[in-house]
């Protein structure tokens, strides 16, 4: 079966792949739009710590992708990519159906990478979708559950304790988070929180090395102590095996062994592998195989084909891969797939970085703001929430989201960890939150003079958000 020979074909819905056809569908582009994707919901992996907590629904950062498309004119398959001929301009899927393109929309995104230590993709559990996270979430229940029943005491400890290998932002957000949640649920329990241990092991001496949020490690180093459970720290420690109930480790030059019940991975990702069988020289590839770009993020041997976030490389002006950044290319492409219709050459993408945004805990995170102002705790937490749940493409469900989050904010609903978190009257704590939060977010709201055109087509009104101050549209 071959479909339309002039469709744009999207592969992978993450934030690129999916706001670049989200914004085909508004811009009346002519074309078919298809999208493909192998899972059913889109996983809003910026908010995946909240989905593990509690903090946030199921609903409201693991949506389904039909819900996200509806009233669009994109055409969503769900299916896996198998093969992708750039010479014939045709995509093959796992069903067996072949898609001709126009054009051609690679945000596959990437691929969690285990650095071939041995068994880690066999014992060790990753973070990257909302299936991963609701996974976690069960396992780390059911080792507090085996623990309050268990006696001997040296058990209790190994499933009382959690390492995360890798200490970039990956990492330190799940520490933290999880450094508040487990003893609220241990608690529940009739457990001594005094007994879990949360471990960040790191290869180097450096947290967030190298990351576009290094500027902040002090403000992270503090956080990380003054958890519920302070977390603690293996520094300079280069795993060499995961076991079933524990990390082998070699540490100035020795072998050890921690122990634990639960072993998250958060260590890094790979491009994905699919890349790699593209016809591509390897002079125009990076030294992680991703593709090269041009500034208009379009490849240099198939200008028909852009590329975005972890598929795409471009020396010259490299970017982090946060959802930001990946915002702002989706558009990007969508406008000059739109100007390539019309006859006008693509322009390059200018990405503006204004800040970065990290949790910290529970009710706690930072907001970076233009790489000046840090915002911390509550109202930190507040902006962050705010902005994520901004980046949700579908009004009609931005708008209940939005709804639901504010309510929960204001009077702590279905809050697990409100009666530890916030202390007798979590009312007036949420209240307090939510005027801090406005009233700090409130100048970046307002700054832009001109609501942007995206958000009339989605039926939002007023002013841009903030999301639009942290994520402007590129000129």
């Known amino acids: 079966m071959q479909q339309a020979s002039h469709a744009t074909v999207i592969l992978g819905g993450g934030f690129a792949g999916l706001f670049t056809a989200l914004h085909l569908s508004h811009q009346n582009y002519p074309h078919p739009i298809i999208l493909i994707e192998q899972r059913d919901r889109f996983s809003f992996k910026p908010l995946l710590y909240e989905l593990l907590s509690g903090e946030l629904h199921s609903a409201q950062v693991y949506p389904r992708y039909k819900e996200l498309l509806a009233g669009s004119s994109v055409t969503f398959v769900q299916d896996t990519v198998k093969s992708i ?3 014939q301009r045709r995509v093959t899927v796992a069903s067996g159906k072949v898609f001709d393109y126009s054009n051609l929309v690679l945000a596959l995104g990437g691929k969690t990478t285990y650095f071939n230590t041995p068994d880690a993709a066999e014992y060790a559990m990753p973070l990257t ?6 996974a976690l979430r069960k396992h780390l229940r059911q080792r507090l559950h085996q623990a309050i029943q268990t006696q001997d005491s040296e058990s209790r400890r190994l499933l009382l304790t959690v390492a995360i290998i890798g200490a970039g932002p990956a990492g330190i957000e799940l520490a933290c988070t999880l450094a ?21 092991i790191n290869r180097s001496r450096e947290i967030l090395k190298g990351d576009v949020n290094s500027h902040l490690r002090c403000t992270v180093q503090r956080a990380l102590k003054h958890r519920v459970v302070p977390v603690d720290f293996l520094f300079d420690a280069a795993v060499t095996k995961i076991q079933a109930d524990g990390v082998e480790y070699r540490q100035h030059d020795k072998i050890q062994v921690l122990q634990a019940g639960t072993i998250a991975w958060t260590a890094g990702t790979a491009p994905n592998p699919l890349l790699m069988e593209l016809p591509i020289l ?32 471009d020396s010259d002006n490299p970017q982090p891969p946060t959802a930001q950044v990946a915002y702002q290319q989706g558009k990007a492409i969508a406008q000059n797939l739109q100007r390539l219709w019309e006859g006008n050459p693509a322009i390059p993408v200018q990405i503006q970085m204004r800040g970065t945004l990290m949790k910290l805990g529970l009710n706690e995170g930072v907001a970076n703001l233009f790489n000046k102002v840090q915002i911390k705790g509550q109202p930190g937490h507040f902006i962050r929430e705010a902005t994520y749940l901004q980046l949700l493409p579908n009004s009609a469900h931005n708008r209940k989201v939005t709804t639901e989050w504010l309510t929960d904010e204001l009077f702590q609903r279905d809050r697990p960890f409100s009666h530890i978190q916030l202390g007798q009257t979590p009312w007036l704590s949420g209240i307090a939150t939510v005027a801090a939060g406005l009233i700090l977010a409130t100048p970046l709201v307002w700054r832009a003079a001109q609501p942007m055109q995206f958000q009339q087509n989605f039926g939002w009104t007023g002013v841009p958000t903030l999301l639009d101050q942290l994520a402007p549209p590129p000129h």
């Not at 979708?129 to 609701?134: D, M, N, R, Y």
């Not at 991703?290 to 084909?305: A, C, H, I, N, S």
């Open 85 to 87: 001929h750039l010479n």
């Open 282 to 313: 390897a002079q125009r590839r990076d030294q992680r195989g991703r593709l090269v770009v041009t500034p208009t993020l379009q490849l240099l041997d198939f200008p028909e084909v852009f590329a975005a976030g972890d598929c795409a490389a």
């Open 180 to 200: 508040d949640l487990l003893p609220i649920w241990y608690d529940e329990l009739g457990g001594d929180a005094n007994e879990i241990q949360i471990v960040l």
């Open 129 to 134: 979708s909302g299936e991963e996270a609701i």
